[in-house]
């Protein structure tokens, strides 16, 4: 008897406790946020993700009152950023523009810092940018039929660059060569702008870049536009059409993005954020910036989002596991 009085007390004594700890982190997440907070874009500054959560992060400010602070941390195809994520404070002052890297990160690398769904807590969807297939003009095709003979009368003898390997854009090009029986050598970069540099001068033939970061090589007639991946003919390049219509019945690939928060953020934090994304998604500002730049615009409740991420994992695993990449 004595014992289970002490117990008793003991839990009495602590429950105030535990209250005061509660309604400290209520009141946290009332108030939030108070200072800046940091989105960790694990990508360099100048690429196609970076472009897209620079006009977020600009928004958000507008509409937090605080300012969004971009925080680039490229390296090992987003990993090393991803993972400063995972382990930091989750109070809702550090989080992640993630690309689709989060979901072929586990597929591509033994040993992770961080597991991609267990130490995130998903906020959104961001936006998709279709990928295009860009050739250099000393390539003799004028659309993707052409490219795809030319290719197989070389096999082996033609390269593409990307902007690292198992990158989405190294994926989307080694689909279309599956697809369309091409062999051709794979040549990874740090980073999509080197890719391009090596691609407008001709040290390689061909490649899958988002198409965001491809408009101004094509606008100037360094490069040529083939195809694009998505569903749809983008309006940025209504010319230009898919590679399913083009050749590969149901082809479809492209460079989707959103913000996660370290898991363990308080749910209201993430109720939060993801009120202001989906609102800044809809505002006349970020929608002409994604328009501008060949995007589109998602969103999505952090459920959803939490849902999505878990079925690309499964997606790009067997896409991975048919390429044979290993990243370590």
């Known amino acids: 008897m004595n014992t289970v009085r002490r117990t008793l007390c003991t839990a009495l004594a602590a429950a105030p406790l535990l209250l005061v700890a509660m309604g400290t982190a209520h009141a946290q997440a009332a ?10 874009v694990p990508f360099p500054p100048g690429g196609p993700t970076d472009l897209i959560a620079r006009v977020l992060g600009k928004q958000l400010s507008e509409q937090l009152g605080q300012q969004v602070i971009i925080d680039n941390k490229g390296g090992a195809n987003g990993t090393i950023g991803s993972g400063a994520v995972a382990a930091a404070k989750p109070d809702g002052y550090t989080i992640l523009y993630n690309t689709s890297s989060i979901a072929l990160a586990p597929n591509l ?40 003979s030319h290719a197989k009368s070389k096999p082996g003898q033609l390269s593409y660059g990307s902007a ?6 190294h994926l989307g090009a080694f689909l279309i060569n599956q ?19 090596d ?6 033939q061909f490649a899958t870049n988002t198409l965001n970061d491809s408009l101004p090589f094509i606008r100037d007639r360094r490069l040529k536009p083939l195809a694009v991946t998505s569903a749809q003919r983008s309006t940025q390049l209504p010319d230009v059409p898919t590679i399913a219509e083009a050749a590969i019945p149901g082809f479809e690939v492209g460079a989707w993005q959103g913000i996660v928060a370290p898991a363990g953020t308080p749910p209201d934090v993430v109720k939060r954020l ?32 939490a ?6 994992i499964k997606r790009f695993g067997d896409i ?9």
């Open 31 to 40: 108030t939030w946020p108070t200072g800046p907070i940091t989105m960790v």
């Open 109 to 148: 690398f033994k040993n992770l810092s961080f597991d991609p769904v267990k130490d995130f807590a998903p906020i959104s969807s961001t936006a998709v940018i279709p990928l295009v297939l860009l050739v250099h003009p000393s390539v003799p095709a004028k659309n993707f039929t052409e490219f795809v």
């Open 164 to 169: 690292g390997m198992g990158n989405i854009t």
């Open 179 to 197: 697809s369309a029986g091409i062999d051709a050598v794979h040549v990874p970069y740090r980073g999509s702008a080197p890719a391009m540099v």
């Open 199 to 204: 691609l407008v001068g001709g040290q390689v």
């Open 274 to 305: 993801n009120t202001e994304v989906l609102k800044a998604l809809k505002s006349d500002f970020v929608q002409k910036q994604l328009a501008d730049q060949g995007a589109q615009a998602l969103g999505s409740t952090p459920e959803e989002y």
């Open 307 to 312: 849902a999505y991420i878990k079925s690309e």
């Open 320 to 328: 991975i596991k048919a390429a044979g990449v290993q990243a370590n």
